[in-house]
């Protein structure tokens, strides 16, 4: 105890001793160390609401970070390392330990002269100009510390006048085919009376405009061609606009122009004689032998000559090209204005370089789990991108791990600390289109994707079992839009064999009937359709994330029986198929607070029900919970189903603690420390039920009864270290509530003790 209480003496101590350290040590008179924002009010003087987009427009310029920032930039960490670096392990010699140290760890000081308030204020009010918030006012005051001089915080106080709005609006008179085409644009318009004045929506209505001309031909027109003309005279806060031509507008982008000749030349990575090939559309010069199918070619290529030339067609070409993934860089240039010479069709000019077709890869990863199995894993890729002439990528993976498990053993086990170990072989066969029938669509100007999958896996567990995994699928990913994602296998088919188990696996199934069904050998054919809907929204502030995802499995062959009068159970080559339907839907939600603060949230709902030619769904199907990715104060498979726990004195017991239904929600909070380190807050909930009664697992049927005593509850606080390629993560968390009850702990804080509670998990990546 006596030791105790002289370690937590010494922490308090180099605690207080780093507090007591300066961090304005060598600010010269007259700086000011800038230390965040104390007040940030901004207020209307006519009562209005401000709208967010405004709101935020202001805030950004006035949101220095401080240094060391916790919630920026109101609130800093209590430890500055940076800045007690800076003050104290300066040295002027270019080498040495102290030298290395001060180069790694210090950090420059944020003075009010780099945070310059007084241009920030006049930023602001130019901003407000920009949104019709003429002769608005910003100001701001320093507020130097009690304690040090040398420390100041900043006020700033915005106040709004009413907002002008539009009052009429002209377009330029009709005297050209292009003023002409501008006019018909009208229904379009970005622009309406009585709308909040913006020079945001000024500038977005002449992009529009541009955009639509250039994809009618007018490829050389420019947004500064049109300019706006202002009237705040007739009425009070009324702002009258006129759209008008300016004045010495080049002729050329005055003209609409037609597609000229295409030509196209390919290079190959060794170099080879030239060639030639004349399309009905192009003319293609390449280095022999010509790696792409001329189809495959014509079909990327979406300009015609002849046609009016569309800066859409133009994109949609390079794109195509592109997402073959068989370029190293794809070119397209037009006639250059200097070079038409009376022309009216601009000549294209398709410049490529083919890339390397095969590539490998090799990658070895170490793996931490949360039910304490660590080991490496080896992965080892080739692949030819190139195939069949036309962007298909052939794709051959073999992996290998193994894991042992840490912590303590159990009596009687064995001291050899290999525990399992897994092979497999994959090869993938990807090409860039929809293989579809005809009357199906596949024109899309977003990527598409066909791919056909077939593998073997091999898994050995010493302890319980010996299993072989034989799959195979196809299907398609493609988008609808920018932010809608599709996913759909038209079909797969696995097969799970059983080669061996243990005496101990084989007792833990005698005693889980439910268990012993999900492991039986069996084919899984199934269809699984995912959607996902990605959206960052607000100035990049919101992102909001959806994927619903639903399988079933075996139903068209259950109805090929069902239609032939086969008896049940129905079986394919003398073997059992499964029947089942699963939905899982996800969402989540990232909203940033300041600049690189962020609360980050997460809803799952998962489904699954077995019938017809199944009483189990297998177990591969099956829900669990807990881990580093789920409730983190709790290892994985460690809850439910519902209020059931497995017997203390059952060391396999984690084997039947799955569901057919899971419910889940997260929240975290984000926020940087020092440098790429960076830390969290979260708290988890969430648990798994059946659907059916299980008289092996008593308590783990879903019922409104008592559902919210069963939602597992933890807290937790982790670290992150942002390497640009992976994030490194560690969490500790903490119990509330488990679903199951504890003889000697009553109450909603059920956890028998606090270390009884504790979940440490390492991980790589963020859990959601």
Same mark, same amino acid.
């Given at each position: ?363 070895? $990863?170490?793996? @931490?789990?949360? #039910? !304490? ?8 890729? +080739?692949? %030819? /991108?190139? &195939? ?88 398609? $990913?493609?988008? @609808?839009?920018? #932010? !809608? ?8 088919? +696995?097969? %799970? /064999?059983? &080669? ?269």
């Amino acid at each position: 105890m006596n030791r105790c209480l002289t370690l937590l003496g010494a922490a308090g101590s180099v605690v207080l001793l780093l507090t007591a350290c300066s961090t304005t040590k060598r600010l010269a008179d007259g700086e000011a160390l800038y230390t965040g924002v104390k007040k940030m009010k901004i207020e209307s003087e006519v009562g209005e609401k401000t709208p967010g987009s405004v709101v935020s427009a202001v805030k950004a310029p006035l949101s220095v970070k401080p240094n060391n920032p916790l919630f920026s930039p109101y609130v800093r960490t209590p430890l500055p390392i940076g800045l007690w670096a800076y003050n104290y392990l300066y040295t002027p010699k270019q080498k040495g330990f102290k030298h290395w140290l001060y180069m790694r760890l210090a950090k420059k000081p944020v003075l009010i002269s780099d945070v310059q308030p007084d241009l920030r204020v006049k930023m602001v009010e130019d901003i407000l100009d920009n949104n019709g918030y003429f002769n608005s006012t910003a100001r701001y005051e320093l507020l130097y510390s009690k304690h040090n001089p040398k420390k100041a915080r900043i006020s700033y106080r915005v106040e709004l006048p009413a907002p002008f709005t539009y009052g009429s609006i002209e377009y330029p008179s009709v005297a050209s085919p292009v003023t002409r085409l501008i006019d018909s644009l009208r229904p379009g318009t970005l622009l309406h009376s009585g709308s909040r004045y913006s020079i945001d929506t000024l500038t977005a209505e002449r992009n529009r405009l541009t955009y639509e001309l250039r994809n009618r031909g007018y490829y050389y027109f420019r947004p500064e061609y049109l300019l706006y003309q202002a009237d705040t005279t007739q009425q009070p806060l009324k702002a009258d606009m006129r759209m008008v031509m300016a004045r010495g507008i080049p002729s050329a982008a005055l003209k609409s122009y037609r597609v000229g000749q295409i030509d196209v030349l390919l290079q190959n990575v060794e170099a080879g004689p030239w060639d030639t090939l004349r399309y009905d559309r192009m003319t293609v010069v390449y280095q022999k032998p010509l790696k792409i199918r001329r189809r495959v070619l014509a079909r990327a290529v979406d300009i015609t000559p002849g046609e009016q030339y569309s800066v859409d067609a133009q994109n949609r070409t390079q794109t195509n090209l592109n997402k073959l993934g068989i370029f190293r860089y794809v070119n397209l240039n037009v006639t250059p204005l200097d070079s038409l010479k009376g022309s009216d069709s601009l000549n294209v000019m398709i410049d490529a370089a083919f890339d390397r077709p095969i590539e490998a890869e090799f990658e070895v $990863d170490v793996t @931490s789990k949360s #039910n !304490s199995f660590l080991g490496p894993g080896i992965i080892f890729t +080739v692949s %030819n /991108n190139n &195939l069949f002439r036309g962007g298909e990528v052939l794709a051959l993976n073999l992996k290998g791990s193994y894991e042992w498990q840490t912590g303590k053993k159990e009596p009687g086990e064995s001291s050899s600390l290999l525990n399992s170990y897994e092979l497999g072989i994959n090869t993938t066969l990807g090409i860039p289109r929809m293989l579809a029938p005809r009357f199906i669509p596949r024109s899309s100007r977003y990527p598409a994707r066909t791919t056909f999958q077939l593998g073997v896996d091999w898994m050995n567990r010493p302890k319980f079992f010996h299993l072989v995994s034989f799959g195979g699928s196809a299907g398609y $990913d493609f988008q @609808s839009s920018a #932010n !809608s994602y599709h996913n759909l296998t038209v079909f797969k088919l +696995v097969y %799970n /064999n059983l &080669l061996s188990t243990t005496e101990s696996f084989d007792k833990t199934m005698e005693e889980n009937p439910a268990i012993a069904l999900s492991f039986k050998d069996q084919f899984i054919p199934s269809m699984n359709y995912t959607y996902t809907f990605d959206k960052t929204y607000g100035d990049g502030r919101n992102r909001l994330f959806w994927q619903n995802s639903i399988t079933q499995a075996g139903n068209i062959l259950a109805g090929a029986m069902g239609l032939f009068k086969a008896k049940k159970p129905w079986r394919i080559f003398g073997i059992e198929f499964s029947q089942f339907i699963r939905n899982v839907s996800e969402i989540k939600f990232y909203h940033r607070v300041g600049r690189d603060n962020w609360i980050a949230s997460r809803f799952l709902v998962g489904i699954g029900y077995a019938y017809g030619n199944s009483r189990e769904m297998p177990y591969s199907e099956q829900f669990y919970i807990g881990g580093a990715n789920s409730i983190r104060a709790f290892t994985v498979r460690s809850l439910g189903p519902g209020s059931y726990r497995p017997p203390k004195d059952e060391p396999n017991g984690y084997w039947d603690q799955t569901g057919n239904f899971k419910l889940e929600a997260n929240v975290e909070y984000r926020f940087g420390i020092f440098n790429r380190l960076h830390g969290a807050v979260f708290l988890d909930a969430g648990n798994i039920w059946l659907l059916k009664n299980d008289p092996a697992r008593p308590g783990g049927k879903l019922r409104w009864k008592g559902f919210w005593n069963e939602i597992a509850l933890g807290t937790g606080v982790g670290l992150r270290y942002d390497i640009s390629y992976l994030v490194l993560r560690a969490d500790l968390g903490i119990g509330i509530h488990t679903p199951y009850k504890n003889p000697d702990k009553h109450g909603y804080y059920n956890i028998q003790s606090f270390k009884d509670g504790l979940g440490f998990h390492l991980a790589i990546g963020y859990p959601f």
